[in-house]
């Protein structure tokens, strides 16, 4: 099955600064790559996703890269404001005939003013 | 155009107690997904279902646990039993019918606390 590792755990940035979030996967046939950010005590968010006949998506201030060979994929916060303090999941499908995703363990991104 | 509901968001129960979350899918959705996050942690897959189906229940405790989603109304998610182990936030998502399957919209969740 597929196995997401997510780093870093936490990170702190001052704002106007970029963040990046780095996932790897195990399964080569993985083809979709989601990214949610969880606000506390809320829902996690879709709030970009990538799928592997492309290698770069951006949405203005975030960006998701994949590199298929290495079975990495990253999430680019540019400019990065206070009300993006989040967790930031990253996640891959697990295959097998299910359509079930597998998550990372999150990032805790802190922007200060 | 409404998000994904659940009900209760916050739901304390006993031990020995039953809990009963239920989430109703966006508009337009027929598959529905639950997830348990327990603290600092990420989300863990536990059964996925189509309107009357059980598609992939392979998360799921084998006791105490069961799901569903009837011809009408919302899909529950039915813990028996609970234990303090229980405790966690649980979430719901929905994808579209005919659509990409893996575009996931989660809930705001039901936080269960066992006391």
């Known amino acids: 099955g597929e196995n997401v590792e997510q780093h870093p755990s936490t990170l702190s940035v001052q704002e106007g600064d970029s963040a990046v979030i780095k996932c790897t996967y195990s399964d080569s046939a993985s083809n979709y790559f989601p990214w949610y950010k969880q606000e506390l005590g809320k829902g996690p968010q879709l709030i970009i996703d990538i799928r592997s006949n492309v290698g770069e998506k951006k949405d203005q201030r975030i960006a998701v890269t994949l590199n298929k060979t290495a079975k990495h994929f990253s999430l680019h916060i540019t400019e990065t404001q206070p009300e993006d303090s989040a967790v930031y999941f990253c996640?891959?499908?697990?295959?097998?005939?299910?359509?079930?995703?597998?998550f990372g363990k999150g990032t805790k991104l802190t922007v200060n003013p | 155009n409404a998000g994904v509901m659940q009900n209760p968001r916050h739901l304390v129960r006993r031990r020995g107690q039953e809990a009963r979350l239920r989430c109703s899918p966006m508009k337009g959705h027929s598959h529905v997904y639950w997830y348990r996050q327990l603290p600092e942690e990420g989300l863990k897959f536990m059964v996925y279902?189509?309107?009357?189906?059980?598609?992939?229940e392979s998360g799921m405790p084998k006791e105490r646990f069961s799901a569903e989603f009837p011809k009408e109304g919302p899909s529950i998610l039915r813990i028996q039993q609970v234990v303090r182990g229980d405790s966690a936030a649980y979430f719901c998502a929905s994808s579209p019918q005919g659509g990409f399957r893996y575009e996931q919209y989660f809930g705001p969740g039901t936080r269960l606390t066992v006391t």
């Open positions: 279902l189509q309107k009357e189906n059980i598609i992939d």
């Open positions: 996640a891959a499908p697990s295959q097998g005939g299910s359509e079930k995703l597998v």
